[in-house]
């Protein structure tokens, strides 16, 4: 099946620095999703992104499905930064959904 | 307020008791799912359903059973919980499958003791 890999698995940061995290994927995909998982367990949604490249305040996502990767950009991280960073995608033949191990953000103040 | 919602938040069970976690949301959506969240393993999809009455098995489906007779309930259904089926479990929904984000429940705690 398909493999979804993010690096780094661990990052730890000082509050003010910018950070870039990866998601490659082994197949053609129908979507990717990028998601946060905050200290308290809860899965936020943050980019839809396919492909193509997004912007929302300090966060940014670039996919490049030829080459079967995409990159979360965090730029001025906050304390509140912390958690998880999980990358998701869904397949194309059966609309399944896997999601990569995640990364585990810690911003240090 | 858009959301998705999951009973009960915590359960603390015995193996062999059958128990159901609930999953409702009020969006519309066609697309609902049901994943399992293990230490060092992420989210694993347990099951899927693209509409009312179709539904499929994720990559983890052996020990539950899940329904949809009703578009904004997706229950997901352990006939006889095992200690290997203890973790945290979320429910989620997306518009349609392929073209939508995903929207997650709170998560349910589940100990199998």
């Known amino acids: 099946g398909i493999q979804v890999e993010q690096s780094p698995p661990d990052l730890i940061l000082q509050e003010g620095a910018n950070s870039t995290l990866r998601c490659n994927f082994s197949?053609?995909?129908?979507?990717l999703q990028w998601f946060h998982q905050n200290p308290w367990g809860q899965l936020i949604n943050l980019f839809y992104?396919?492909?193509g490249t997004k912007q929302n305040g300090r966060l940014s996502a670039t996919t490049v499905a030829t080459e079967r990767y995409s990159l979360l950009y965090i730029s001025s991280s906050q304390t509140t930064d912390s958690g998880v960073y999980f990358c998701?995608?869904?397949?194309?033949?059966?609309?399944?959904?896997?999601f990569g191990k995640g990364t585990r953000l810690h911003i240090l103040p | 307020e858009a959301q998705v919602t999951q009973n009960p938040r915590y359960l603390i069970t015995v193996t062999g008791k059958k128990l159901t976690v609930t999953c409702s949301q009020n969006?519309?959506?066609?697309?609902m799912s049901w994943y399992r969240q293990d230490p060092g393993l992420g989210l694993r999809q347990i099951y899927y359903?693209?509409?009312?009455?179709?539904?499929d098995k994720g990559d983890v489906p052996e020990g539950y059973k899940v329904s949809r007779k009703e578009k904004r309930n997706f229950p997901l259904i352990l006939e006889s919980p095992s200690p290997n089926q203890t973790s945290l479990y979320f429910c989620?929904?997306?518009?349609?499958?392929?073209?939508?984000?995903?929207?997650f429940g709170p998560g349910t705690r589940l100990t199998v003791l």
């Open positions: 989620a929904s997306s518009l349609f499958p392929g073209g939508d984000t995903q929207y």
């Open positions: 197949d053609s995909v129908n979507n």
């Open positions: 992104i396919p492909s």
């Open positions: 998701a995608v869904e397949r194309n033949r059966d609309d399944k959904i896997i």
């Open positions: 969006m519309n959506h066609e697309y």
């Open positions: 359903s693209m509409n009312v009455e179709v539904t």
